[in-house]
C-alpha cells in the first residue's frame, strides 16, 4: 500500500491538467497499487487521488446486495462521480469537468499527502487549514504516542 506524505503547491492549467510531482508518484508501487489513479470527490468537497489497483481493493470490501440496501442509497454517489484517470508520460492528469465544477478547487492548488490518498486543496485554504491546526499540533502527536504505547503494551501482552 502506498503511502503519501508531503505537500507541493502547483497550478491547474487552462485544459485542466494538473502534473503530479515525481516525489509523489514515487511513493506507490506500480506493480502493487497500479499505475493510474481513481479521481474521487472527498469530504469538503475536495478531490482526492487513489492509486487504481488500491482503490477497487477498497471497493471490493463493500458488500453488494442484488436488492437496495440503505447503505447502497448513501453512496449511490460513490461510483458515478469517481473517474479513472491516468498520467501522460510527464505524469500530467487531466481533471474532468464536471469533476472540476463539483468540486472545491482553484487554479493554484495543493497537493498533500494523506496516508493512502493525495487530497487536492485549493491554495489558500490549505494554508489557512495549516495554520488553524498548528496550535493544536503538539496535542495531535502526544495523543498519536499515546495512542501507539497503547498499542504496543495489548500487544506485548497479548
Not at 479513472?84 to 487531466?94: A, H
Request: charge should be negative; glycine fraction near 6%; avoid cysteine.
Amino acid at each position: 500500500m502506498a503511502l503519501f506524505v508531503g505537500e507541493f503547491d502547483l497550478v491547474i492549467d487552462a485544459k485542466h491538467r494538473l502534473g503530479i510531482p515525481a516525489a509523489l508518484r514515487e511513493q506507490a508501487d506500480p506493480e502493487a497499487d497500479g499505475k493510474n489513479f481513481y479521481l474521487v470527490l472527498g469530504t469538503k468537497r475536495h478531490l482526492w487521488l487513489y492509486p487504481d489497483a488500491y482503490y477497487q481493493q477498497l471497493l471490493s470490501t463493500l458488500r453488494r446486495s442484488p436488492f437496495p440496501t440503505r447503505q447502497g442509497q448513501r453512496l449511490n454517489l460513490l461510483f458515478p462521480m469517481a473517474r479513472l484517470i491516468k498520467p501522460d508520460s510527464q505524469g500530467r492528469v487531466v481533471l474532468p469537468e464536471k469533476s472540476m465544477a463539483r468540486a472545491n478547487v482553484s487554479d493554484s492548488v495543493t497537493l498533500n499527502g494523506q496516508d493512502d490518498h493525495i487530497e487536492i486543496w485549493p491554495a489558500g485554504e490549505w494554508a489557512e487549514h495549516v495554520n488553524q491546526a498548528l496550535p493544536n499540533y503538539d496535542e495531535v502527536l502526544l495523543d498519536a504516542g499515546d495512542q501507539f504505547a497503547e498499542a504496543m503494551e495489548k500487544h506485548r501482552d497479548g
